[in-house]
């Protein structure tokens, strides 16, 4: 089968980085999504990787390291606006669906 | 607007009763899905369909009956209401591409007293 760890909650300070892990076992591998859901919304799609490496867009940044079955996603100058919960995903079936992992929730406090 | 769309947002019924939650994307997507969202967020996927034909069934009890008329809607019926049923169902869809992200409607939050 596959699962997706992630810590449950991770606390930090408004302009602090934080990093949200997750370590994942699967059967075939597709990539590592990453996705954040804020209360009462929709998850919305945030990073991709499909290789090792890190991929950066503005302030969230997202690893992968294929051989450790492990990535992260690196949040920078938090703001209070980042508090939410993150997942992440990866593609089984084939690749026909997305599995999540168990969730982190941000808490950014001033 | 682009988007995926789904109705109601709310929705609160007794046990026993039958519901239904509809699902509408213009996105021009071909894949679409029913998550169901329990209280401790645990995002679990319950259907996939691609272009009207079901692909994904994960074990989901058969009181859960989804519909997709065209590509563009996907809607889910639900018989005979149980309490454990309470949680928020998410629709999405996702083109055709390999790896594309998913797009989520906001969300039904279904409460069964």
């Known amino acids: 089968g596959q699962s997706l760890e992630q810590p449950s909650e991770v606390t930090a300070v408004e302009g602090a980085i934080v990093q949200i892990n997750c370590t994942y076992q699967?059967?075939?591998?597709?990539?590592l999504s990453w996705y954040q859901q804020h209360d009462g919304g929709a998850p919305t799609f945030l990073s991709y990787n499909a290789l090792d490496g890190l991929e950066e867009t503005g302030r969230f940044s997202s690893f992968l390291s294929r051989s450790d079955s492990y990535g992260y996603l690196l949040l920078q100058e938090l703001q209070m606006k980042d508090s939410a919960s993150y997942f992440c995903a990866v593609p089984t079936g084939g690749g026909n669906k997305l599995t999540f992992g168990t969730g982190t929730q941000l808490k950014v406090e001033l | 607007d682009t988007a995926v769309s789904q109705t109601p947002k709310y929705l609160v019924t007794q046990m026993g009763n039958d519901k239904s939650i509809k699902c509408e994307q213009n996105?021009?997507?071909?894949?679409m899905y029913w998550y169901k969202q329990d209280s401790k967020k645990f995002l679990k996927i319950m259907f996939s369909y691609n272009n009207k034909e079901l692909i994904i069934n994960e074990t989901v009890p058969n009181r859960f009956s989804p519909k997709s008329p065209d590509k563009a809607h996907l809607n889910l019926h639900i018989n005979s209401l149980e309490l454990g049923d309470s949680a928020v169902y998410f629709c999405?869809?996702?083109?055709?591409?390999?790896?594309?992200?998913?797009?989520f409607g906001n969300g039904t939050r279904l409460t069964v007293t």
């Open positions: 996105l021009g997507h071909d894949t």
């Open positions: 699967t059967s075939g591998f597709y990539g």
């Open positions: 999405a869809s996702r083109p055709r591409q390999a790896n594309s992200p998913l797009h």
